[in-house]
């Protein structure tokens, strides 16, 4: 069945750092991918998303690249910010308006 | 335009009571998802309503946990009996329609 793997966390990084949270999916045909990201006592958030293969999905200055090849989609932000602390979701939805198949969520600590 | 509402934020239930949790989709939204986030653990797909109908109740456990959204008023996930191994966070997201979901606050919930 379909499903999605994320790094383990937490990760702890220092204030302006590189940030990558790897994500990699299994699915049939061509799914759709998300990352969420919630925060501390509140909901899921959209943070960005990509429907079909090499397109760049990119917000408040994170981006993820859909790529079938490798079956990746692969947070990055150049440069991470202490409000950046929360939960990552890494998420794939197989069909128009189907479920989402979330990964395990991968804990961000930016330190000052 | 309100967001998803979910209440209450927090129920506390004993073993062998009924836990009822209620997600009011945004305003135009007709399909209605419900998620489970047991600790440390991602987001489980539960069930996928619209209006009088249930699309996909693949993720619902066999007994006890039961949904519905009606024609009027917000969509219902009912729990009877609960256990201790119910106590999680459980998100309602809306939809319009298509891929993108908005999440609730959650329902946290716990059983003593």
């Known amino acids: 069945g379909n499903s999605v793997t994320q790094m383990e966390g937490p990760v702890t990084l220092s204030e302006e750092a590189f940030l990558t949270i790897n994500c990699t999916y299994t699915?049939?045909?061509?799914?759709?991918l998300f990352w969420y990201v919630q925060y501390p006592g509140e909901g899921l958030q959209l943070l960005l998303k990509?429907?079909?293969?090499?397109d760049k999905g990119s917000n408040k200055g994170f981006e993820a690249t859909y790529r079938k090849e490798t079956t990746s989609f692969h947070l990055e932000k150049g440069s991470v910010q202490v409000s950046d602390s929360a939960v990552y979701f890494c998420?794939?939805?197989?069909?128009?308006?189907?479920?989402?198949?979330f990964g395990q969520g991968t804990e961000l600590s930016v330190k000052p | 335009n309100a967001g998803v509402m979910q209440n209450p934020r927090h129920l506390v239930r004993r073993r062998g009571q009924e836990a009822r949790l209620r997600c009011s989709p945004m305003?135009?939204?007709?399909?209605v998802y419900w998620y489970r986030q047991l600790p440390e653990e991602g987001l489980k797909f539960m069930v996928y309503?619209?209006?009088?109908?249930?699309?996909?109740e693949s993720g619902m456990p066999k007994e006890r946990f039961s949904a519905e959204f009606p024609k009027e008023g917000p969509s219902i996930l009912r729990i009877q009996q609960v256990v201790r191994g119910d106590s999680a966070a459980y998100f309602c997201?809306?939809?319009?329609?298509?891929?993108?979901?908005?999440f609730g606050p959650g329902t946290r919930l716990t059983v003593l």
């Open positions: 997201a809306s939809s319009p329609e298509g891929n993108e979901q908005f």
């Open positions: 699915a049939t045909g061509y799914p759709s």
């Open positions: 990509a429907t079909k293969a090499d």
């Open positions: 998420a794939l939805s197989d069909q128009t308006g189907g479920k989402l198949i």
């Open positions: 305003k135009g939204h007709s399909h």
């Open positions: 309503l619209q209006k009088e109908n249930i699309i996909d």
